[in-house]
């Protein structure tokens, strides 16, 4: 059966075509920006399927306003905090989300992060590029090294997963924390080790979170946590900004307790705590864990799939909520 889709911004590839090819009906707001909250809900009346961004709130008064016609929510990511899935599980929606294709991209961020806080590269280019007077001498712009160091992972599901295997490669000791612990068998493969989380916040020369944002991980990492930490870590954060509280971020940073953060995701994007804009020891970047090419347009093929095979009557792909 046809039905009509809306999808809330621009997406990378040609997943809509695929849409309109099924003879579905396409509402496309092919923008680069996220849809105001007013026009998502002038354009959701009959709605049978919603490709969703992580940065559309999807609540009950956005399914109320759908009406009962709506079968599945796609979200083109991982995360889906933006979505209340009780809400929908209450409606019969079926909820999908976008695991799998954007395990490496993200994990080759939260590395990318991991080295350029230790090695204090957010800094140094900046020196560069504002002409600030440099030379090459033995003592200018001492990082620390990560061979022999400690990596603790917060969240062991696929992306922690892919940054181990990375980490390992640059020599580094890694601990796994998580509410459910991955196969031991993997564990050992990676030569890692299980502890709880305050064991890895002592022991762990970085930190980097990988955990979903659920009201059980949020502001996970606040005054105790960042207190535990070793004065010279550095916290690495890929996942939701709210699994880690900005302001005592910003007062640990201010008093020494941790040396350095590296950040892809804020607690209010894209706000940004003012506390951390003027720091030359964090290094932040714009939410871009997932942003290449191929991972994008495979983010976006993975979300129509799911919106094809359930308007067709056909299992999802990749549900979540159980
Ligand atoms: C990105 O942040 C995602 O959850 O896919
Ligand atoms: C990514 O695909 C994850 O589930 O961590």
Known sequence: TVGRVLVTAQVVGDAVARLREAGHDVVFR????PMPRGELLAALPGVDALVSM????????VLDAAGPGLRVVAN?????DNLDVA???ERAVVVTNTPGVLTDATADIAMSLILMSTRGLGAAERRVRTG???RWSLTAHLGVGLRGKTLGIVGPGAIGLATTRRAKAFGMEVLLSGRSSPDPAVVGELDARVVDLDALLTASDVVSLHCPLTPATRHLI??????LMRPGAHLVNTSRGPVVDEAALVAALAAGEIAGAGLDVFEDEPRVHPGLLGRED???LPHVGSATVETRTAMADLAVANVLAVLAGA???TPVGG
């Open 282 to 284: 964090v290094v932040l």
């Open 54 to 61: 992580l940065v559309d709130r999807v609540d009950a008064e």
């Open 76 to 80: 083109v990511a991982v995360g889906y």
């Open 87 to 89: 809400a929908c599980r």
């Open 132 to 134: 600030t007077p440099w």
């Open 30 to 33: 092919d923008v680069d920006a």
């Open 315 to 317: 299992p999802a792909l």
């Open 222 to 227: 606040g005054e105790r946590e960042l207190r």
